[in-house]
């Protein structure tokens, strides 16, 4: 596996998840050098791209996750981390990270259920 996500899980409406992606293997070494993203998939629908992050002050967010989604990266861990408060049932999805552009091997990712 070179990208495990974590830390998804069934919350309630405005609850907090705190993701985490680490990468393994044969991507470890191109890791700090590529902007990366965090993706969701909720059923029925297409993937997209929830924020992304190059650095520390270059960072965006689908106008859905702004205010509420903070997007992080240790490239000394060769992890990303997605930081989600007020969540809601629309959130509900599957969570992936990856690179920008031309994506590594997608992951396993990680479910988020929210409840109302």
């Known amino acids: 596996v070179q990208l495990q996500a974590s830390g998804g899980g069934s919350v309630q409406s405005g609850g907090s998840l705190r993701l985490s992606c680490v990468a393994r293997?044969?991507?470890?070494?191109?890791?700090?050098?590529?902007?990366l993203g965090w993706y969701r998939q909720a059923p029925g629908k297409q993937r997209e791209l929830v924020a992304s992050i190059r650095s520390r002050d270059n960072v965006s967010y689908v106008d859905s996750a702004k205010g509420r989604f903070s997007i992080s990266r240790d490239n000394a861990k060769r992890t990303i981390y997605l930081q989600m408060s007020n969540l809601n049932p629309e959130d509900t999805a599957v969570y992936y990270c990856n690179r920008l552009g031309n994506p590594w091997y997608w992951g396993q990712g990680t479910q988020v259920t929210v409840s109302s």
């Open positions: 293997g044969s991507i470890l070494s191109d890791f700090p050098s590529n902007a």
